[in-house]
């Protein structure tokens, strides 16, 4: 499989678009038509041919304008990529795994030869092919962790594991559903989740560690995390709040199809080989409203869980005042008939919509 | 002496307690305004301690270097600010031996700050007491242009670096020593809600 890479934009004119493939393998969050907090962890051991589980990190049409769009948060605030001192094992740790990863799962794409510490790392898409000496961080041109994470889709937090708990202590944000990097580095997992609504009280944040501490090498667990963001933007920072929150108040009845996004991270978990640290890749998918319209099953789940979601979810995630008008578009595209269950778009089985 | 009592909040947000005499080599108290009374309280419990103690005081526009002295301890400083005493607590956490029980008392900035510099040093943080006293004014760093904003009182509030209005969160970092300010009105520039005391 080859993948014609998109040139577009995540900022100012908007020029990015799904491809009808890209639409068909969107990480549609919802199992059922009703949503609710829950330790919703499952084994991350592939998937469907072509869907977003099938890798273990997943790179698609957005693989390179996504790159070119983290550069530039870096190149604006290099605060948005931090690593606490202890952390620059796991960050080689990730290294490895990202380039074993990539090279084997797409070889087409990017080639890693070893020879003892000698690497050499191609990245065709991006165009690089380094020579660098594995554990020696003189031989790159900035630490493992931020050098790797240029070149992979996805914010990274990196855990280290102590005391019974997990701790953010080195991370590249650049794609995050409003919350800092900056701010939450050096934090324990129940410290970081404070802002949380429901969850604490629900014992979801104490099940969840106990899953997470438990991970083993080799052995990766996966869930799905969603929010809503208007225009297609990756970097809806709290850094850049100031500048981008008040998009939230230029949807119209008729630009909402196209402006309004459902943004699913897929969030991954590994354990990592030498630092014992875990990796938590969280790679964020966007996709209008207008295009998932063209999925029944989605368009009809969509709605339902929208309009029957708790008010303080919605608050957290931040669009209870567009929720009315949202509800206005998405009622049209819910004709009452039932759903299967899961996830998948299921376009040969499931009814088209009838009005 | 009365004490304020913080409503239940999220769990990144500290909780203080009452000093408690610990068994050790060496004692360091840095407290601040009022704090110095959580030092002349638990020294009526346990007034040996005194001799291997260094307590840092603050004034905040408080007086008590004198009762804090008749306490004999083994060191005592007092400052105008917080800045001014810095260099002498990095210096006295960086000569610290085994054994060295901190004590923190007064504002929740002070108390964070000195927290830090004592993690720095090597003491994990829940090895050491706090006593809130005083002033509830937090310290904020403003989330978009980094800046802290010492003892603001009211939510919202004025960053004192970029002059964005900003509310007060709840959210805390060790780290940085303070909680998050966020721009109040992006989503409507302008509407800027009424002042009011952060506890009101
Ligand atoms: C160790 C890896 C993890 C990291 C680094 C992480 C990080 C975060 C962060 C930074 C937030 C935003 C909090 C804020 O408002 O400031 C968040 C939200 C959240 N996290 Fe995690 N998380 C992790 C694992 C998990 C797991 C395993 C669960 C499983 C239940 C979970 C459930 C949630 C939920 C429910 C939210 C709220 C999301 C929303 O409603 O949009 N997290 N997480």
New interface residues.
């Given amino acids: 499989m080859t993948i014609q890479f998109n040139n577009e934009s995540f900022r100012d004119d908007y020029s990015f678009y799904n491809s009808e493939r890209a639409i068909k393998r969107f990480p549609f969050p919802f199992h059922e038509d009703s949503y609710m907090y829950s330790v919703n962890m499952e084994q991350h051991r592939g998937g469907p041919v072509d869907s977003v589980y099938e890798m273990r990190f997943d790179v698609d049409e957005h693989y390179v304008s996504e790159m070119r769009d983290r550069a530039m948060v870096l190149a604006d605030d290099p605060l948005r990529c931090q690593s606490l001192p202890h952390m620059t094992l796991a960050g080689w740790d990730l290294l490895e795994l990202i380039m074993v990863s990539k090279s084997e799962d797409y070889p087409d794409l990017f080639e890693l030869h070893r020879d003892g510490n000698k690497w050499r790392w191609i990245n065709k898409p991006l165009g690089i092919d380094h020579s660098f000496t594995f554990l020696d961080e003189a031989t790159l041109p900035c630490g493992p962790m931020e050098y790797i994470t240029r070149q992979a889709q996805g914010d990274f937090a990196v855990l280290d594991q102590r005391d019974d708990n997990l701790w953010m202590d080195a991370g590249m944000v650049t794609t995050q559903a409003d919350w800092s990097l900056d701010f939450d580095i050096g934090m324990n997992f129940f410290e970081w989740h404070a802002p949380v609504p429901l969850a604490h009280e629900k014992g979801i944040f104490v099940r969840a560690l106990k899953f997470l501490m438990n991970i083993q090498q080799g052995a990766p667990a996966r869930r799905l995390n969603w929010t809503m963001t208007v225009n297609p933007l990756l970097d809806t920072s709290p850094e850049n709040y100031h500048k981008w929150g008040i998009q939230k108040t230029e949807l119209t009845p008729q630009n909402i199809g196209a402006k309004q996004h459902l943004r699913v991270e897929l969030q991954t978990f590994f354990r990592l080989p030498r630092s014992n640290a875990l990796v938590f890749p969280i790679r964020c998918y966007l996709c209008s409203f207008q295009d998932l319209m063209g999925v029944p099953k989605w368009g009809r789940r969509l709605h339902r869980v929208i309009r029957d979601l708790p008010e303080e979810l919605a608050t957290y995630k931040g669009f209870i005042d567009n929720r009315p008008m949202m509800l206005d578009y998405l009622k049209d595209f819910d004709d009452g008939l039932p759903t299967s269950p899961g996830i998948w778009p299921e376009l040969d089985t499931e009814p088209p919509l009838t009005r | 002496m009365s004490t304020f009592a913080f409503p239940p909040s ?4 500290p909780v203080y307690g009452t000093l408690e005499p610990q068994a050790g080599a060496a004692h360091m108290f840095i407290v601040d305004g009022e704090g110095a009374n959580a030092v002349l309280d638990l020294a009526q419990r346990a007034p040996s301690m005194m001799q291997l103690a260094h307590i840092v005081y603050i004034t905040r526009g408080t007086d008590f270097a004198a009762a804090l002295k008749a306490l004999n301890p083994a060191q005592f400083y007092q400052g105008p600010t917080y800045g001014a005493a810095l260099p002498r607590i990095r210096r006295s956490l960086a000569d610290a031996k085994m054994g060295l029980q901190v004590y923190l008392a007064g504002t929740e900035g002070l108390m964070g700050q000195a927290m830090n510099e004592a993690v720095i040093a090597g003491i994990p943080h829940t090895a050491i007491q706090t006593e809130h006293r005083g002033a509830t004014a937090r310290r904020m ?1 403003c ?2 242009c ?1 800046g802290i904003t010492e003892d603001v009182e009211t939510d919202p509030f004025v960053c004192s670096h970029c002059g ?1 209005n900003l509310f007060v ?3 805390y ?4 020593a303070a909680f ?1 300010g ?2 109040i009105d ?4 302008g509407n800027v809600p009424v002042q009011k005391g952060i506890y009101e």
């Fill in positions: 999220i769990k990144s947000r760093q989330v978009h980094k964005l969160r709840d959210h970092s060790r780290r940085i998050q966020v721009c992006a989503e409507d520039p």
